[in-house]
């Protein structure tokens, strides 16, 4: 850290990707904390920040005032100067099929300790390679996030899919004066399995054959739980979306009420059949490893846990290298530290004593 107080995160370390910027920034309008990245992106083969990337600092700034330095495509260094934290309604478009998921990834941090209520009206691509689809973040995440006393609601009203995008998305935030800590290790016992197979700007048939195919190779692994995959499918005539595309994410329920997640996405020559039954079995490998979140989750979770009022103490499937880079941005910029059992790759417990972060605007 230098003299002038900023934080100074090498975007090259581990993971070494967009991760880093998101959750630098993050953290930053949490605690209003100042940080310098450098060395952005800088193994990628574009290195830089891309406009998914802007979008996403550009929308935290607007939620704390923040001044930014280097906010430009191909940007390798940036500085993010926190103010004040805001609240209102913003408007936000990533751009083509740039991840939603991904702007509010970075957003849903800070908007927890907002001064009031905040609407996010976000375009861009809902469901997209190499980030959680925005079914996820509704029937996963969020319902993690409201066990520790964050409310967080998310309407699609259209869907984005790689390359033209065109996804349109309101997320709703509601602050807290504190987060709650998690105490959760295992999963439990399996109650439900839940989903949503979707397709745009294609025929019926793929939804349905996607969703089969997963409640089949869900059967076929002996899981006699009920499975409900819900169809999402728009008559051509009438449908908004750009597309084509499609796409599945479920979502297995236990009896103390946590969530595993998986998902898989359709593309140009993928059979319907093969997008559901990868799905599946990435469910069931999250069911058998018995942890109380999925490897996504775990390396979500991790800005909120470190702010919560507590020790929290959770239990993930698999220690991913995001998980494990999450943990090192954190430790730096809110000075707090996480205790991992585990190695990359396998079941890990991890846990920390949060900062007990407190919302100054509840009295």
């Keep these: 850290m230098s003299s002038r107080g900023i934080v100074e995160i090498d975007g090259s370390m581990l993971e070494g990707g967009g991760q880093i910027v998101r959750s630098s920034i993050a953290l930053s309008a949490l605690v209003l904390r100042p940080v310098r990245i450098f060395n952005i992106r800088a193994k990628r083969p574009n290195p830089g920040l891309q406009a998914q990337h802007l979008t996403g600092v550009k929308a935290v700034a607007a939620l704390c005032s923040a001044k930014l330095e280097g906010a430009y495509k191909g940007s390798k260094e940036l500085t993010f100067i926190p103010q004040r934290r805001v609240a209102g309604r913003f408007r936000f478009d990533v751009g083509t099929a740039g991840s939603i998921s991904l702007v509010l990834q970075a957003l849903l941090p800070a908007a927890a300790f907002a001064p009031g209520e905040c609407e996010f009206v976000i375009t861009g691509g809902t469901d997209v390679a190499w980030s959680p689809p925005i079914d996820y973040v509704r029937y996963v ?3 993690v996030l409201a066990k520790m006393g964050y409310r967080v609601e998310i309407s699609v009203l259209r869907r984005g899919h790689y390359p033209r995008g065109g996804g349109h998305v309101i997320a709703k935030t509601y602050p807290v004066p504190f ?3 998690l105490q ?3 999963f439990g016992k399996l109650v439900e399995i839940r989903g949503i197979s979707h397709c745009v700007k294609l025929p019926k048939h ?3 054959r996607q969703a089969r195919a997963a409640e089949k190779c869900l059967r076929d692994h002996g899981i006699d739980v009920p499975i409900k ?3 999402e499918y728009y008559e051509p005539t009438r449908d908004p979306h750009l597309g084509p595309g499609s796409g599945i994410v479920l979502w297995a ?3 103390r009420g946590l969530v595993l ?3 898989a996405l359709g593309e140009r020559g993928k059979r319907a059949e093969v997008v559901g039954e990868e799905a599946a079995k990435k469910l069931i490998q999250e069911i058998e490893r018995g942890m109380a979140f999925d490897k996504h989750m775990g390396d979500m979770l991790i800005p909120y846990i470190a702010i919560a009022s507590g020790t929290s103490e959770i239990g993930v499937s698999e220690l991913t290298l995001h998980t494990k880079t999450n943990i090192v941005v954190t430790e730096m910029i809110l000075g707090v530290k996480f205790e ?3 190695d990359l790759g396998e079941r890990a417990v991890i846990k920390v004593k949060g900062l007990g972060l407190r919302n100054e605007y509840f009295s």
């Design 206 to 208: 793929v939804a349905e």
């Design 179 to 181: 987060l709650k800590p």
């Design 229 to 231: 995959i819900d169809l």
């Design 141 to 143: 995440l969020v319902p």
């Design 340 to 342: 991992v059992k585990g």
């Design 253 to 255: 329920v236990s009896d």
């Design 184 to 186: 959760e290790l295992e």
């Design 261 to 263: 997640g998986a998902d």
